[in-house]
């Protein structure tokens, strides 16, 4: 039988943000950003286990987060553990990786997501899924709507991009473990350190990713005025449940 292997990333500083504390440790409607992907993680019947990359001074907090999960006992069946983070986000999933495969198969599928994604739906969980069977993979994307150009210099025009075959990547990509785990070890101990996106290792290796639609709401928090959209969003999703609570 295939397990579904959910590995949240959760090492990064956010500096961009400003402050001591990473942003998807910062609180939103109540609850840490990280908690979201947790809960929406826990609850999904399709997988079977959660591995979390975070650093060990954060390890705890994260642990906090659990004892606000709605389900709690389904949480400590699925949590398999913690990893620690790498120099880079790519270097995060290999340490991950790595973990995983000590009690995974080759043919088990990984999916990978950021913390920092805490809206993620089950609904895009399921399509990743269904995407990758009976392929290497699949990968979230979203079609551009601007006029693309490039530019050697970042300081004129070179020429104009078809934006019909470019796609802005989303997470989370769900790979094939064994050749996705092969296709990082090759690039040690230089070479990840250059990688940008989480396909870009299984692109270089020829493995089979099918591209599915995307979700526009699953946006990524990276600015300040990210992370204050999704806390209005968070806010008013608890306000609407102690609507419900109270009637």
């Known amino acids: 039988m295939v397990m579904n292997i959910a590995l949240l990333l959760s090492g990064g500083t956010g500096t961009r943000l400003g402050g001591s504390i990473p942003k998807q440790y910062m609180d939103a409607?109540?609850?840490?950003?990280?908690?979201?992907?947790?809960?929406?993680?826990?609850?999904?019947?399709?997988?079977?286990?959660?591995?979390?990359?975070?650093?060990?001074?954060?390890?705890?907090?994260?642990d906090r987060c659990a004892g606000l999960l709605q389900d709690r006992q389904l949480w400590r069946e699925k949590f398999r553990g913690y990893s620690l983070p790498g120099k880079n986000r790519q270097l995060s999933i290999w340490n991950g990786l790595k973990d995983i495969k000590a009690c995974a198969k080759d043919t088990d599928y990984v999916l990978i997501h950021d913390a920092a994604r805490p809206l993620l739906s089950a609904e895009q969980i399921t399509c990743c899924l269904e995407g990758a069977e009976d392929r290497d993979g699949a990968m979230p994307v979203?079609?551009?709507?601007?006029?693309?150009?490039?530019?050697?210099?970042?300081?004129?025009?070179?020429?104009?991009?078809d934006r019909e075959t470019i796609y802005a990547g989303?997470?989370?990509?769900?790979?094939?473990?064994?050749?996705?785990?092969?296709?990082?070890?090759?690039?040690?101990?230089?070479?990840?350190?250059?990688?940008?996106?989480?396909?870009?290792?299984?692109v270089m290796a020829g493995m089979d990713i099918a591209m599915i639609p995307g979700d526009?709401?699953?946006?990524?928090?990276?600015?300040?005025?990210?992370?204050?959209?999704f806390c209005r969003m968070a806010e008013k999703k608890g306000n609407q449940r102690k609507g419900r609570k109270t009637r």
């Not at 109540?30 to 060990?56: K, L, S």
């Not at 079609?143 to 991009?161: E, Q």
């Not at 709401?217 to 990210?226: A, C, L, P, Q, S």
């Open 216 to 229: 526009e709401g699953n946006f990524k928090i990276t600015t300040r005025e990210d992370l204050e959209r």
């Open 170 to 202: 989303q997470a989370p990509e769900v790979f094939r473990l064994g050749p996705y785990y092969e296709a990082n070890r090759r690039l040690l101990p230089d070479e990840i350190l250059k990688i940008n996106g989480s396909t870009e290792p299984a």
């Open 142 to 161: 979203l079609p551009m709507k601007d006029t693309v150009y490039f530019s050697r210099t970042g300081h004129k025009v070179d020429h104009l991009l």
């Open 29 to 62: 409607g109540g609850r840490p950003v990280i908690f979201y992907c947790m809960q929406t993680f826990t609850c999904h019947i399709q997988i079977d286990v959660v591995q979390i990359v975070a650093d060990r001074e954060w390890q705890e907090e994260i």
